[in-house]
């Protein structure tokens, strides 16, 4: 029987992408291997490549693995009206489990790999310039808040070495705090961190009026997600950001496993273990949907379907059971704040038990 080559490009260019150099290796529709060759990681040096009118004829279809380089690769070959493919790197272990791994025979395995079925590859949708500046906005200020609990963590465990423990106290107002706890001896190694943490403490706010900003100046959907109390303008906004494209998901249910909190399956006949989430897709996203289930879990979380909810899973006992229950309702924020994004329905915190409650009625009726 004959291969359909309808669907296949005249040809296919894997792109292997290095800090310096790119390794180009080009396929032709037959699965011909007709050239290599290696140009350097620059704007100008890649479009002077795929505008060559000789290589423009050809029906190309690039194929890269998404990396740093791979946003503005990516649009910058879209601007010349060539189709990209940026694959999934989850979806890659015939190059990264090879014996004989190296960049040129890499970008070949890209061109073989994305001649025939480029779904194979799990392709991914690059966010817009301006989305992936604002998701820039928010990276910052998260590196922040990460070296800053580090650094509270450091001091707070040195002196614990030292038979002191410091007292409770908020993070912001940590700073302030600690100084008179300090036995003397600690004091010239640790009063220079305590004044790092301070001025991060005031670039984190700067950073947070910021965020807020943006989120309703720039990103009106915001608002209708911050309706579930527990969830701000920075869990919000990051949401808004690496989603980007509400629709690109059928369901609403996708967005759970599009953000990792799906749990893996490994099921073979009658078995079918309960495994850990699959932690793929943005870990920074992920984190603060965890932080806001926190929220909707303790003890100033407001009453709500998703509250009840999850305490029930919690109530169950068992080992961990409290952290499952977190990540469980972590997930069912991610479906319910898609389900606001797309449908710009008003959110109600017991909407189900309303209509059971209605139901009820009507039964007694």
């Known amino acids: 029987m004959e291969k359909n080559t309808s669907a296949i490009p005249g040809w296919t260019v894997g792109l292997d992408v290095g800090d310096k150099y790119c390794h180009l290796a080009l396929v032709n529709r037959s699965g011909s291997l007709v050239g290599k060759s290696r140009i350097p990681t620059n704007a100008s040096a890649l479009r002077k490549f795929f505008s060559n009118a000789s290589v423009k004829q050809k029906?190309?279809?690039?194929?890269?693995?998404?990396?740093?380089?791979?946003?503005?690769?990516?649009?910058?070959?879209?601007?010349?009206?060539?189709?990209?493919?940026?694959?999934?790197?989850?979806?890659?272990?015939?190059?990264?489990?090879?014996?004989?791994?190296?960049?040129?025979?890499?970008?070949?395995?890209?061109?073989?790999?994305?001649?025939?079925?480029?779904?194979?590859?799990k392709p991914i949708k690059h966010r817009s310039q301006r989305s992936q500046s604002d998701l820039a906005l928010i990276r910052s200020r998260d590196v922040l808040v990460r070296s800053r609990?580090?650094?509270?963590?450091?001091?707070?465990?040195?002196?614990?070495?030292?038979?002191?423990?410091?007292?409770?106290c908020s993070t912001k107002?940590?700073?302030?705090?600690?100084?008179?706890?300090?036995?003397?001896?600690l004091k010239p190694s640790l009063t220079p961190l305590l004044e790092m943490i301070k001025e991060l403490s005031k670039k984190i706010s700067h950073f947070d009026h910021l965020v807020e900003q943006k989120a309703v100046t720039g990103y009106p959907a915001t608002e209708r997600l911050r309706?579930?109390?527990?969830?701000?303008?920075?869990?919000?906004?990051?949401?808004?950001?690496?989603?980007?494209?509400?629709?690109?998901?059928?369901?609403?249910?996708?967005?759970?496993?599009?953000?990792?909190?799906?749990?893996?399956?490994?099921?073979?006949?009658?078995?079918?273990?309960?495994?850990?989430?699959?932690?793929?897709?943005?870990?920074?996203?992920?984190?603060?949907?965890?932080?806001?289930?926190?929220?909707i879990l303790g003890p100033f979380g407001e009453d709500s379907d998703l509250r009840r909810w999850g305490l029930k899973l919690a109530a169950r006992g068992g080992k961990n059971?409290?952290?499952?229950?977190?990540?469980?309702?972590?997930?069912?924020?991610?479906?319910?704040?898609?389900?606001?994004?797309?449908?710009?329905?008003?959110?109600?915190?017991?909407?189900?038990?309303?209509?059971?409650e209605r139901r009820e009625q009507l039964a007694a009726s």
Not at 64 to 83: D, F, K, M, N, T
Not at 105 to 119: N, V
Not at 333 to 350: F, Q, R, T
């Open 173 to 185: 107002s940590f700073h302030n705090q600690v100084p008179e706890q300090l036995p003397e001896i």
């Open 321 to 356: 059971a409290k952290k499952k229950a977190v990540v469980a309702v972590a997930r069912k924020l991610a479906v319910l704040l898609h389900h606001l994004w797309v449908s710009s329905e008003d959110y109600e915190p017991l909407r189900n038990q309303h209509y059971i």
């Open 227 to 295: 309706q579930v109390k527990g969830v701000g303008a920075l869990t919000a906004l990051a949401y808004v950001l690496v989603v980007d494209d509400p629709h690109r998901f059928r369901k609403s249910r996708l967005a759970g496993s599009y953000i990792g909190l799906r749990p893996r399956r490994d099921q073979s006949g009658g078995r079918d273990p309960e495994l850990r989430i699959t932690k793929v897709g943005d870990t920074m996203l992920r984190r603060f949907l965890v932080g806001s289930a926190h929220y």
């Open 59 to 121: 029906q190309l279809r690039v194929v890269l693995e998404a990396g740093p380089h791979s946003h503005w690769i990516s649009r910058l070959v879209e601007e010349e009206r060539i189709e990209v493919i940026v694959a999934n790197p989850r979806r890659l272990k015939l190059i990264y489990d090879s014996d004989s791994k190296c960049d040129e025979s890499d970008a070949e395995a890209l061109a073989r790999l994305g001649r025939l079925d480029p779904s194979l590859l």
């Open 149 to 168: 609990t580090k650094l509270i963590n450091h001091v707070r465990g040195v002196t614990k070495s030292f038979g002191v423990r410091l007292k409770k």
